[in-house]
């Protein structure tokens, strides 16, 4: 299982986001994510979320918070544990981008990011960072691209109530 | 009645769009826009064109087609004749944005873009856009958010069956 983290940073009700064709996760949609990456030798996942973020975005996080752990177990791909950031604070200027081709940023309205194409568990720990301050753990297991398995702080829950529910956050 | 322009500036199968908080036909939602604006005096629409995507993204067009005119009628809002363009080609760097409070650019994959928040017309123009070659004119009327009324190449259309074919363009 290797260990990745992943960060969402805050601005103005917006979340940044990538959407990018190529990720190891993301075998065949074109889905929008946040800012992260895998651990290097010896790094720290710390150490990991701030090159990440300074290598994906050229910012230096001045202010983050870790909220959680996410494990995703899959039939097609790698395990993994993932470390889950959000952050408020920044310094620097934003790569721009005149390409749409690779990874691009963006800032997405938080109510926006329930409508664009994301993993189905992304919109359950969406739905966590905006109604929870604690700390929490979640185990999301998927067969390809199809969430099937879900627990949130040791307890399984029903994936498709589950996914139901984070509907609610779209004001359509 | 107001003449304007506005531009989908293309790149990999993505609009350069923006969403924003203030826009005069944009009186209570964070809708997503393409690049345009306002007439100034003694401007042509190619010299409204030109300023305004320079204005808002930085860019100079290099290759560039009109699209259509499209006439907005509203309860609410001073009418207006938009001037539809498309753009293929660009020099320059697109500005950053380190923040989403105001209008921010942003390339978005041409299927997501019907999954935003847009202006209902909107969605009628970019099936147009993306189905039809040849030159249009489109009459929009709104009641406040709601699309109202649909003439294409002065063919009156009825709303509902002509949104609910947009929603094809969505894979869900």
Known sequence: MKNTTLCYIEKDG???MMHRTKKDRDVNHDKWVGVGGKFEEGETDEDCLLREVREETGLRLTSFKKRGIV?????EWEGEYMH???ADGFE??????????????CWIPKRDVYRLPVWQGDLLFFKEL????????MLLRYEGDR?????KNGVALDVKSQLF???KQLDI
Chains 1, 2 share one sequence.
């Open 92 to 105: 620097g200027e934003i790569f721009s981008s005149n390409d749409c081709a690779e990874g691009e940023l």
């Open 84 to 86: 889950l950031y959000t």
């Open 165 to 167: 529910q984070t509907g």
């Open 71 to 75: 494990t995703f177990l899959s039939d």
């Open 14 to 16: 917006c979340y940044l």
């Open 130 to 137: 905006e109604e929870n301050e604690d700390f929490f753990t």
């Open 147 to 151: 969430l099937v398995g879900y627990e």
